[in-house]
Structure formats: C-alpha cells, structure tokens
C-alpha cells in the first residue's frame, strides 16, 4: 500500500517507510542512514556463517566489513588455536573483549564476532551502545555439517564434536536469544540470508526510529 506523500509528520514518513519496506527491505541509502554510525554486530554459533554472510552484506550496503576473530589473530600474530593451546581460553576471551570494544569505535560497518564473544555480559552491553545485534540462529544439522572437517575451531576439538556442539548450543542460544533482530541461517545462498538480514534490519530501524514519536506503530512481518 503506497500513500500520498504530502505534509506527513515524522510519524507518518516512518509508517510510509513501513508499508515500502513490508515487500522487503529498505533502500541500502536509506538503511545506512538510519545506521548512523553504528556497527551491524554478527553473532551466532560456529557455523552459523557470521563471516561469510556477513562480507556478502557489507558488500550488498557498501559498508566495510571486519572479522573479530581476524583482528584478535592479527593483534596476537598467532592464529586462534595458537592463542589457545599456548595462553588458554581465558586469555583469548579477555583479547577479545578489548579487540571488540575497539572495533566498535569504528562504525558504520559490518562486525562479524567469533562465536563465544556474545556471551561475554561487557561485550554485549559494548555492542548496545554502539551496534545492532544480529543472530544468525542456525540448527544443529546445519552447523555440523558446515564445521565438521575444519579444525580451526579449538573448542570442537573434543572426543565428542557434537556433543560439545549440542552443549554450546544449549548454553548459549538463551543468551544468543536477547539480540535487536535474529535471523534464520539456512542452507540456501549466502547472499538469500544477506538479504533476510537486510529485511530484519530494516524492521528493527523502522519500529526503533518510529518509537521515538508520539505514537507506535506496527513492526511489518517478513514473510
Ligand atoms: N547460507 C549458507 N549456505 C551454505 N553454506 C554456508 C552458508 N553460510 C555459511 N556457510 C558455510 O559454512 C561455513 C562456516 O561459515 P562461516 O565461517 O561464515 O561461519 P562463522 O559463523 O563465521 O563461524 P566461526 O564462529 O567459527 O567463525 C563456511 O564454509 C561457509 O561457506
Ligand atoms: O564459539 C567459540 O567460542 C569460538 C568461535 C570462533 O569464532 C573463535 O572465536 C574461537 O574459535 C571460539
Ligand atoms: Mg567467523
């Protein structure tokens, strides 16, 4: 439904965003507009495509894109079974408490965070101030059979891969759970779940920027 466009309050603009949004998702200038400057955070399981989806995305919205894990690896010059094997998880997750909380200065971009760094109370409350949370909720199946042959991953590198993998699930979903937009990641292109996030993104801007006025309006619903 599209309306005439004259004289609308600020209010009214965001519904019209709304009803042009509900098909799909907002403009990319008008999206980076309502981004300002903060970053759009990545979170999620191992797996769950937080870096390759989220490259597609910061190409898709002509933002720069940075990788958590990449930066830590970088600032340590080791890789990350390297941190872990020679300073323990401990010192990797105070590392990547300090990586992130730079890189947050450095927004508008795409953030994509290693798979623990969520649940991390100061991080979270770090990437509020200056992000958009975004899960990537992905099923076991899925994200088994992406990580099964890699062993970049020191934390499945147990007797019982998917067992330790149901366990971080279990322990982390509910906190995975409290981010602004979650996602479905799926096995379909990694530039479809580009776009869902576009869509969620737009959702979140929209009922976030709309609740600043004098009245609420209504989230559209994806199909
Ligand atoms: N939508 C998708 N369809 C098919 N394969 C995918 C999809 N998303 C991610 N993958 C594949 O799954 C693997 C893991 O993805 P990726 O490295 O992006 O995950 P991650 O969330 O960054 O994991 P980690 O926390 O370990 O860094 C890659 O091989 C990637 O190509
Ligand atoms: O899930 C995790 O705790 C991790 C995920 C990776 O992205 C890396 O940050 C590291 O291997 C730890
Ligand atoms: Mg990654």
Redesign the pocket.
């Known amino acids: 439904m599209k309306r005439e466009n004259q004289n609308h309050s600020a209010n009214e603009q965001a519904a019209l965003a709304q009803d042009e949004a509900r098909d799909g998702f907002l403009p990319r200038a008008q999206l980076v507009d309502l981004l300002g400057q903060r970053s759009i955070v990545l979170i999620?399981i191992?797996?769950?495509?937080?870096?390759?989806?989220g490259r597609r995305l910061a190409h898709r919205m002509g933002l720069k894109f940075v990788d958590a894990?990449n930066a830590i690896q970088e600032a340590a010059n080791m890789t990350i079974p390297e941190i872990f094997a020679s300073h323990g998880e401990a010192y990797f997750r105070s590392g990547e408490e300090r990586v992130i909380a730079r890189l947050l200065q450095e927004g508008p971009q795409v953030l994509?965070t290693?798979?623990g760094a969520y649940m991390s109370g100061s991080t979270r409350e770090a990437i509020a101030e200056a992000g958009i949370s975004i899960w990537?909720n992905a099923d076991f199946e899925t994200v088994m059979a992406?990580?099964r042959k890699r062993t970049s991953?020191p934390l499945l590198q147990t007797p019982d891969p998917e067992g330790t993998m149901r366990q971080l699930m279990a322990d982390r979903y509910p906190i995975y759970a409290k981010a602004d937009v979650e996602i479905h990641?799926?096995?379909?292109?990694?530039e479809t779940?580009a776009e869902d996030i576009m869509i969620g993104l737009s959702q979140y801007l929209l009922s976030t920027s709309a609740s600043n006025g004098t009245r609420d309006l209504e989230v559209p619903v994806a199909d």
């Open positions: 999620g191992m797996g769950s495509g937080k870096s390759t989806v894990d994509a290693g798979g990537l992406r990580v991953r990641s799926r096995d379909v292109p990694h779940v």
